[in-house]
């Protein structure tokens, strides 16, 4: 299968600082990248939907200010968590898909936040 | 928007049993159900899919049925081996081709 790769796997910052995590695709051109979180023994919560080229899709109950993807490229996406707090800890996971919808998605390895 | 609903939410059967875990969904215009397997810490897998034009899936121990009528699909694993212990999540796409996940089923294989 196609290649996900996810970076930082974990990451430990400071309430108030800024963290960003990448999302690429190694061997393939993603179309649409997409932002899940997962709390603890839950399921993965949808955020975001990011297309190339084009601004972000939130999912209800997400803030775009607080949470923002940028989807530079067929094969980088990113997602900045702005001015972390405690609760926004969590493990966030990217996944990639060359089309929409009916095609699988490869799955980044994740990344776990703690914010202290 | 789409509602995938899974249970059950825990699942223990012990070794060399077979496992059942069920998955409903609301838009009938969903036609593709993945499944994932996601062990601790670690990126969900996808394990088999399903699209809409078939009733049935196999590939080896693992296999997935699908009734579109009643909006319904079901992963089955037999012969359960302990490596299959993990969470296994079932999905459909929405309207707006975004896949959507059941809550999950914490998988326990019993020595």
């Known amino acids: 299968g196609a290649v996900v790769s996810q970076h930082p796997s974990r990451v430990i910052c400071k309430s108030g600082t800024s963290v960003k995590i990448e999302c690429r695709s190694l061997d393939f051109q993603a179309t649409t990248m997409f932002w899940y979180r997962q709390f603890p023994k839950q399921s993965l919560m949808l955020m975001a939907t990011?297309?190339?080229?084009?601004?972000?899709t939130y999912e209800q109950g997400v803030e775009k200010d607080k949470f923002l993807i940028n989807h530079a490229s067929l094969t980088l996406s990113t997602l900045t968590v702005t001015s972390a707090h405690p609760e926004d800890s969590s493990f966030y996971i990217c996944s990639a898909s060359w089309g929409v919808g009916n095609t699988e998605a490869f799955f980044g390895q994740g990344t776990r936040l703690t914010v202290v | 928007g789409e509602n995938v609903e899974q249970h059950p939410s825990t699942l223990s059967v012990q070794e060399g049993d077979s496992a059942v875990i069920k998955c409903t969904y609301s838009?009938?215009?969903?036609?593709?159900f993945p499944w994932y397997k996601q062990e601790l810490g670690k990126r969900p897998q996808l394990i088999i899919d399903?699209?809409?034009?078939?009733g049935e899936k196999k590939d080896q121990r693992i296999a997935v049925t699908l009734n579109k009528t009643a909006k319904h699909f079901s992963l089955h694993i037999t012969e359960t081996q302990p490596e299959d212990s993990a969470v296994y999540f079932c999905a459909a796409p929405n309207r707006d081709d975004k896949i959507i996940f059941g809550k999950g089923t914490r998988l326990h294989i019993l020595p």
């Open positions: 399903i699209r809409s034009n078939v």
């Open positions: 838009d009938s215009a969903s036609n593709y």
């Open positions: 990011s297309n190339e080229g084009s601004k972000a």
